[in-house]
């Protein structure tokens, strides 16, 4: 597994152009934010004896609607449909969809008023021995035990966590076949939720949302490690309409006030406009109290294609798009040597970002803004006291009248 750099712990040293262009980038305060919408959680009903594990979120703006298809039929994956229409709908067909060739049993009506779709899979849980390892950036983060297909795991029944005053539903699976019984007091988590506009979470890392996002928590708790000093990880399969993989970016900023001692964000891009995007911060929590001192680096390799046939198939993705031989790939991994881990309290939670057009952009607070303001203006008031005093001076000694 590769990585793509060691994320940066600390302040650094930006130049007086950056900061500059920053204040003024924030001024006025705020942000703007996108525009609100309508937005509705619906459990897909499923056949008897199947579990119910297909989640509509529909997200209705003035002229467009926005449709996230999250599933635990497989491996756990999401579907991100947006069409240029209020009016769009989703259709399924399961017998078809749970066939060997599912094919068109998922739909977003009409079809022409699709304007582009992307997809995620969680293929599997990662594990690697951390014992004896001096970097956590190494390739791979230690020995690797055998990883866990999360196409083998038992989910639950979705429709029981559904909240729709908060627009969230969380999917909590364990192991279907587990001898070693690692998760016999553990499971693995993905709560989903959704947003009618913009505004952050309360707890760190404290993801800028919009009306155009939609955001994944992701939480292992009370699983056994095979290590005493285990890295987890995420392998994880991305897809898009065109041939080519998604690309990665890191954007940098000054300013750590919602998610301490973290000044980077990292971006998957759907597209060059970009039409659609994964958004999170490279850090994880091994407390469910998210504090600082519970934070651990998230490292990121870099996404390459894959032989879509080596992977664990999702049905919703097979069933939404067309065949195809390549899809794209990357690992995540949590943790590092030194400081806190998984072992600390047998906790880790990671959250991202999915939405539409570009990803939210984090301007400096008003309480960095002001700091900078002052630090910046204070060299001019004084420039200006100064002169001021001299003028005053001048005027002063220039009313003198001589007595003769």
Same mark, same amino acid.
């Given at each position: ?24 980038? $924030? ?72 066939? $060997? ?13 699709? /304007? ?18 001096? =970097? ?43 001898? $070693? ?7 693995? $988590?993905?709560?989903? /939720? ?60 000054? =300013? ?30 091994? /407390? ?35 065949? /195809? ?36 952009? =984090? ?42």
């Amino acid at each position: 597994m590769c990585n793509c750099g060691e994320p940066r712990w600390g302040w650094g040293h930006p130049s007086p152009v950056l900061l500059l262009s920053l204040l003024l980038s $924030t001024a006025p305060f705020g942000l703007l934010g996108e525009e609100a919408r309508q937005v509705s959680l619906e459990v897909i009903p499923s056949p008897p004896d199947l579990p119910q594990n297909l989640l509509h979120i529909r997200a209705v703006g003035t002229n467009s609607t926005l449709h996230y298809v999250w599933s635990s039929l497989g491996p756990p994956a999401v579907v991100l449909v947006a069409t240029d229409t209020p009016q769009s709908v989703l259709r399924v067909n399961w017998s078809r969809l749970l066939s $060997t060739e599912p094919e068109g049993g998922l739909m977003v009506l009409p079809k022409d008023s699709i /304007q582009f779709s992307s997809a995620l899979v969680f293929m599997r849980l990662l594990e690697f021995d951390g014992t004896n390892v001096s =970097d956590a950036a190494a390739e791979p983060p230690g020995n690797p035990y055998p990883p866990y297909s999360l196409a083998n795991f038992s989910w639950n029944n979705v429709t029981d966590s559904v909240d729709l005053d908060t627009l969230s539903a969380t999917f909590q699976g364990h192991p279907i076949d587990d001898p $070693t019984k690692a998760f016999a007091n553990g499971s693995l $988590t993905f709560k989903v /939720q959704a947003f009618a506009r913009s505004g952050r979470p309360v707890q760190p890392p404290r993801l800028l949302h919009t009306a155009d996002t939609c955001q994944l928590e992701v939480a292992l708790v009370g699983a056994s490690s095979r290590g005493n000093r285990s890295f987890f990880g995420l392998e994880v399969a991305a897809f898009g309409q065109g041939p080519d993989c998604p690309l990665m970016q890191e954007q940098r900023s000054i =300013d750590d006030e919602y998610a301490p001692a973290v000044f980077q964000l990292k971006q998957l891009l759907w597209g060059p406009l970009p039409s659609s995007f994964m958004q999170w911060r490279p850090v994880a929590f091994s /407390q469910e109290q998210r504090g600082r001192e519970s934070a651990l680096p998230c490292q990121a390799s870099p996404v390459h294609p894959t032989l879509a046939h080596s992977l664990p198939p999702s049905p919703i993705v097979q069933a939404f798009f067309r065949p /195809q031989n390549n899809s794209c790939t990357f690992n995540l991994t949590f943790g590092a040597s030194t400081g806190p881990g998984y072992w600390d309290q047998h906790y880790l939670s990671w959250s991202m970002l999915l939405g539409v057009g570009p990803p939210p952009m =984090d301007t400096l607070s008003p309480l960095i803004v002001g700091i900078m303001a002052v630090a910046l203006g204070a060299p001019g008031l004084m420039l200006l006291g100064g002169g001021l005093v001299l003028i005053l001076r001048h005027r002063h000694y220039s009313e003198y009248q001589s007595i003769n």
